[in-house]
């Protein structure tokens, strides 16, 4: 569904930047290191939301910043992938079974 889709342009991202052009390909070069595969490999198995695998860790107890503020910046993800889908329907990309699942995968993500 993805073939030919550009990730930062199908989500609007690219456009809404409001970084410097070498700053804002700073963030990009960091989508291929190996670190971010690496964490990305562990959110797709659900390391974020398994609550035993933060428990053994301790990183429920730690509390590493003390008491300082902090911000949560929250993205939806939904509402990418609902995009990059409507491009690849736009770019003729999959078959009518592909994009049934890919459609299960945006309901799963909503």
Do not use: C
Not at 26 to 45: F, M, W
């Amino acid at each position: 569904m993805m073939a030919g889709v550009n990730y930062y342009e199908a989500t609007g991202i690219k456009f809404a930047n409001v970084l410097p052009e070498e700053e804002f390909k700073a963030v990009l070069d960091v989508q291929g290191k190996p670190s971010t595969g690496i964490t990305e490999a562990a959110e797709n198995v659900g390391a974020k939301k398994d609550w035993g695998v933060l428990a053994a860790k301790k990183q429920l107890k730690s509390q590493a910043i003390g008491n300082r503020p902090i911000g949560v910046i929250h993205g939806n993800t939904a509402r990418e992938f609902q995009l990059i889908y409507e491009a690849g329907i736009e770019a003729g990309n999959g078959s009518e079974k592909d994009r049934e699942e890919f459609r299960d995968f945006l309901n799963w993500w909503r």
